[in-house]
T-cell receptor, first 113, second 112 residues
């Protein structure tokens, strides 16, 4: 069963506008969530994370929101830039399993100039 | 500081052949993992290790073996390659107790 789901395979936005990437999870034991960005022919790179004790975390242009009751998180990128075009993966972990990460399928973000 | 180094970057195998994907990290990370990435399926955990001498299975361990004799190295062995193992393989490492993994650049494996 897919415990972390990213239902949008792709998203296209204009430069300067907001990009919103969504992620849903089913495992209520997940208590830490991360977003990774991946360019072609490279490994994923860590972008931002959030603990289940928070509902928002910001880092520059990137903000992650967590809605625990809905088991939903989102990544907001404002303003979007062409260099943000990449595949974004949502990942989750539960404290009892250490650092095992469960990933979503990924969303291809394209930012058009 | 090289981070996580994976070799080779590309490999073509014939069905039934065996090989080892190498992974080394120079950050003194305790945790190391192997993932495979397939189209539309994200990254799936194959095996992981929380320290030298300790390994465990992930979501998709069948057909793969690992060992962790040193903190730095975590090789992934394909015992008898099958076309279903055609994928991009990523090795990753992190500090114990940290959730953020550092990934290598990947090995693209094709089994024909």
């Amino acid at each position: 069963d897919q415990q972390v789901k990213q239902n949008s395979p792709s998203l296209s936005v204009q430069e300067g506008r907001i990009s919103i990437l969504n992620c849903d999870y089913t495992n209520s034991m997940f208590d830490y969530f991360l977003w990774y960005k991946k360019y072609p022919a490279e490994g994923p790179t860590f972008l931002i994370s959030i603990s289940s004790i928070k509902d928002k975390n910001e880092d520059g242009r990137f903000t992650v929101f967590l809605n625990k009751s809905a088991k939903h998180l989102s990544l907001h990128i404002v303003p979007s830039q062409p260099g943000d075009s990449a595949v974004y993966f949502c990942a989750a972990s539960e404290r009892t399993s250490g650092s095992r990460l469960t990933f979503g399928e990924g969303t291809q973000l394209t930012v058009n100039p | 500081n090289a981070g996580v180094t994976q070799t080779p970057k590309f490999q073509v195998l014939k069905t039934g052949q065996s090989m080892t994907l190498q992974c080394a990290q120079d950050m003194n990370h305790e945790y190391m993992s192997w993932y495979r990435q397939d189209p539309g399926m994200g990254l799936r955990l194959i095996h992981y290790s929380v320290g030298a001498g300790i390994t465990d299975q992930g979501e998709v361990p069948n057909g793969y073996n690992v060992s962790r004799s040193t903190t730095e190295d975590f090789p992934l062995r394909l015992l008898s390659a099958a076309p279903s193992q055609t994928s991009v393989y990523f090795c990753a490492s992190s500090y114990a107790g940290s959730y953020g993994y550092t990934f290598g650049s990947g090995t693209r494996l094709t089994v024909v």
